[in-house]
């Protein structure tokens, strides 16, 4: 059983910043896929960013040059620095962790393939 917890969340104008987190438990956090996935009231969930096993990451396009994903396995944490915030990023905000992803990699960790997921921060981005 692996426990998420996102902090981080909030209101900001357009072209502000915020940083996401999530802390989560296990003790093998080093070999965990983990991603940030995003969404809005009646909307599909969309992956944001994701971080392989291995420490290759991959972004959706929508994000790219914007947001920044980072892992730290010493703290068992998981960063979402996001810049130049535009108001279609208004949405909620989900962490998720995968503890048996293999050799996945790439684009399919932007789909919601995870086992373990946190229960969101908003993030509101005002025009």
């Known amino acids: 059983q692996v426990q998420l917890v996102e902090s981080g969340g909030g209101s900001v104008q357009a072209g502000g910043s915020l940083r996401l987190s999530c802390a989560a438990s296990?003790?093998?956090?080093?070999?965990?896929?983990m991603g940030w996935f995003r969404q809005g009231s009646g909307e599909e969930r969309e992956g944001v960013a994701a971080i392989d096993r291995d420490g290759s990451i991959t972004y959706a396009d929508s994000v790219k040059g914007r947001f920044t994903i980072s892992k730290d396995d010493a703290k068992n944490t998981l960063d979402l620095q996001m810049n130049s915030l535009k108001p279609e990023d208004n949405d909620m905000y989900f962490c998720?962790?995968?503890?048996?992803?293999?050799?996945?990699?790439?684009?399919?960790?932007?789909?919601?393939?995870?086992?373990?997921w946190g229960q969101g921060t908003q993030v509101t981005v005002s025009s």
């Open positions: 296990g003790s093998r956090y080093k070999r965990y896929c």
């Open positions: 998720a962790a995968e503890p048996h992803c293999g050799a996945l990699s790439g684009p399919i960790l932007l789909k919601p393939i995870f086992t373990y």
